[in-house]
């Protein structure tokens, strides 16, 4: 099933198509995927409760359409390629075959464990080949698996396992990043003392590590698939049921359990996987990503094996054992669709060209980028020493909500313009509304990003929680779904992603809220209060800054400073590290009491000149302790 556009003119012919009439232009897509029964609708929704519902009456299972489809044509096709952290190890290759059999064997020993459809399943694993299995043995057997990132924290974990009411744990004994090696099953131990919901761990043996297995709670995954048939009926699942959980943060406390469905996820995948990376039978895809977030899920897992691609997953990190090492890999497996993000180029532009110019890099055909807006800089060396300025460059901007990519170049057939994501895919009607909400027709403007008519694999609701949904996503616009984000839109009708407009801060294209890092940094008793706020850091794209209130500036910094880490780390994980942190005796509020993130983030970025208005501030004496003590 070929849902390539190949020309820039079939593009525009295909986008008036999908909005003169979406549903017409979207069953024509989903009909070339296997339903067990076919769907009587296409599409019913409303943004206002929001109810949104796809492909209505469908059933189908996602992975009969990642595996055993494929088998007749495709079975001795690599399906996944796995490259070690080691460059020194034996690399894995599955063919749809083999990945057939493995997801199959583990859908067997989820069941035996008592797992069933509706039950959610929480994965905390390595990047290795089995983490693909396990996510696509839930959705085989109907579990609804929710992945969460494996550098996160025992509290971290613990928080998700009890908004999922999850029934077991998929983790390792431990993994390998780079030089290091992190022991996941400890993590999930002390995790597991603040949930009671689990009943059932079941560890991959990474390491060799023998860590401690509680009787009858723990157990082995090479014993669990011991003696499993290598066949196992798929589930037959309604379009609307759910596929996945995936946490993601906000501009509220706690993060958010984002739902996507079976039917809807499957088609706008498959779709924008296809015709953004205009990939061809025979080619190697590699997206450097963990499957940890939402671009690991739907293109290095879903996207790519519903159409029957290769996949390739790598284990490490750019820079180890040196940072040559992604264009090595690209060399080695003669990789043609690259994709990657922003901090990754900048932090390996920062060591110098040489480790890139050791490569051909002649396998590749296109580049990617995902996860902020990248610098001009950062593009331009990107296209000219990876892509020898021969390879287009994909800005895909999109969200774990959106479940797919949204606005994006596709492949060779799109103009491209540095640091803008383009036009938007077929089906996604962007808008950019002013303050007022008031829809900003013209070209050469700037405005909030929203969209306006669903698409497949638009999140149907946060988690045990739909108002929350609503409200974040569905009730600052009416009618529309809000991004999030600014955005231009430049006089040829391009969009240029500004950033975030809510309290989110995108740390190396991660999203952390900054209320959760408050939160963390609050529970530490140094802290009577705090305020976070993001500013401009050279390799992170963002860096957070913290503003922590005590009551007595602390004597020794340095020890407070670590010991506020210490806090966020053990509440998130290492990577919501603060950069910054500033010790203060107040912050500047309003006299209704709210903090005035503005002048908060002008010091951060290191303009305190450019405060503006600070007159209706209770006690501006506040702020010039804040601009003298700036880091
Ligand atoms: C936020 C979503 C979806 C993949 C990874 C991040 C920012 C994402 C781009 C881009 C500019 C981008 C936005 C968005 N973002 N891609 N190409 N250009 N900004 O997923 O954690 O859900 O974060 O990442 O601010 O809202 P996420």
Known sequence: MDLRIKSFDEYKEKYKQSVDNPDGFWDQIARSFIWRMPYHTVCEWNFEQPDVKWFLGGKLNITENCLDRHLEQRGNKLALIWEP??????????????????????????????????DRVVVYMPMIPELTVAVLACARIGAVHSVVFAGFSAMAIADRVNDAQAKMIITADGLNRGAKQVPLKRVVDEALTHCSSVNKVIVYNCLDWSPNMAPGRDLWWHDAVNGMAKECPAEEMDSEDMLFILYTSGSTGKPKGVVHTHGGYMVYTAYTFQNVFQYEESDIYWCTADVGWITGHSYIVYGPLLSGATTLMFEGVPTWPDPGRFWQVCDKHSVNQFYTAPTAIRALMACGDDHVLSYSLDSIKVLGTVGEPINVEAWRWYHIHVGKERCPIVDTWWQTETGGIMISGLGNLSPMNPAHAGYPLPGIQPVLLDQEGNEIVENGVEGY???KHPWPSILRTTYGDHERCRVTYFSHYQGHYFTGDGAKRDENGMYRIIGRVDDVINVSGHRFGTAEIENAINSNKIAVESAVVGYPHDIKGQGIYAYVVCENIPEDQEVARAEIIETVVEHIGKIAKPEKIQFVSGLPKTRSGKIMRRILRKVAEGEPDKLGDTSTLLDPQIVEEIVSGAL
């Open 85 to 118: 952290n080691d460059p020194k190890e034996r690399f894995v290759r599955w063919t749809y075959r083999e990945l057939y059999e493995k997801v199959c064997e583990f859908a067997n020993a989820l069941k035996a464990q008592g797992i069933q459809k509706g």
């Open 449 to 451: 990003l929203c969209i």
